[in-house]
């Protein structure tokens, strides 16, 4: 599992903030022909995007690009220029249907043919996708991760957006649960008020208690609050540590649930204990595969 704890967003037709993201040792840096670039500007972005992706060092951060929406007439123009930058994935916004990621994952196969390695990310941001879940996240095995756009889906139902965010809690919750049903990642919703280092930490947090991978994020400062909320604390990866370990003793004498510390440990705490020890390995906290 490669970690994917904050996802930075970087306009498309700025290359100086984007020489700045390739610098910064975030986990994803998205060049985004999206929202962040205007109308008048998708030509140079689309360019500014190949230049960048072919000439720029990201170090170790994972490379996507964001497209504009299926049915917006840009498309086609756009994922032309991404396919030429060479991503790691291409970001789909405002997908609605499992249709619109086929769409995507077989001009991918034409254009580079479909041995080649690209992944497709798949941003729910309306009240139809989330009726379509369960379509949506068995597309097409491109298909990678689910992004939640809480921003957009509130705009799309209605709703009020608040510090707490319950108006959107269900759709949330519905995301993490379907990527973790077909087994992908999910990353979480923007933080918008990026001088809020605390209130963007907290938010974090709790995305990651509910099983996101990850966060979307629009600002350098948000980089490290997120990549601390997503990574487990050292009594965290110790606490799985002794757990893994104390299973393989009392497997050895023919033992399943057994007490620790003087609690019971039993199937739901032993995979618990293991998804800590992956994202610490994904974080670089711990050698891959130790449990």
Not at 111 to 138: C, D, F, H, P, W
Not at 207 to 212: I, L
Request: proline letters at 4%; hydrophobic letters at 45%.
């Amino acid at each position: 599992m490669r970690a994917r704890r904050a996802l930075l967003y970087v306009p498309g037709d700025d290359i100086h903030k984007i020489r700045k993201a390739s610098m910064l040792d975030v986990d994803c840096v998205c060049l985004d022909m999206e929202d962040g670039v205007a109308q008048n500007r998708k030509a140079e972005a689309r360019s500014t995007i190949v230049e960048a992706m072919n000439s720029i060092d990201f170090g170790h951060s994972e490379r996507f690009t964001r497209i504009n929406p299926i049915g917006s007439g840009l498309e086609q123009e756009d994922l032309r220029a991404a396919l030429q930058a060479r991503p790691d994935s291409i970001v789909v916004p405002k997908v609605e249907d499992a249709e619109q990621i086929r769409w995507v994952c077989a001009q991918i196969d034409q254009k580079v043919g479909n041995s080649t390695y690209l992944g497709v990310i798949a941003m729910v941001e309306r009240a139809r996708a989330i009726l379509n879940l369960v379509q949506i996240a068995n597309a097409h095995p491109r298909l990678q991760c689910l992004i939640f756009g809480a921003e957009d889906f509130a705009s799309d139902i209605g709703a009020i957006r608040t510090p707490q965010a319950w108006e959107v809690f269900y759709a949330r919750s519905a995301v993490v649960t379907h990527a973790a049903a077909y087994d992908l990642q999910a990353i979480d919703m923007v933080y918008i008020n990026f001088q809020d280092e605390e209130g963007l930490y907290q938010e974090a947090r709790i995305g990651a208690q509910m099983g996101f991978s990850g966060k979307q994020i629009i600002h350098p400062n948000q980089v490290v609050p997120v990549q601390k909320a997503f990574t487990p604390e050292a009594k965290e990866i110790d606490w799985a540590l002794q757990v893994m370990q104390a299973y393989k003793e009392y497997q050895k004498v023919g033992r399943g649930a057994f007490a620790m510390n003087g609690k019971m440990i039993d199937a739901p705490l032993l995979k618990a204990a293991q998804r800590v020890l992956e994202r610490a390995a994904a974080a670089g906290l711990i050698p891959a595969g130790e449990s």
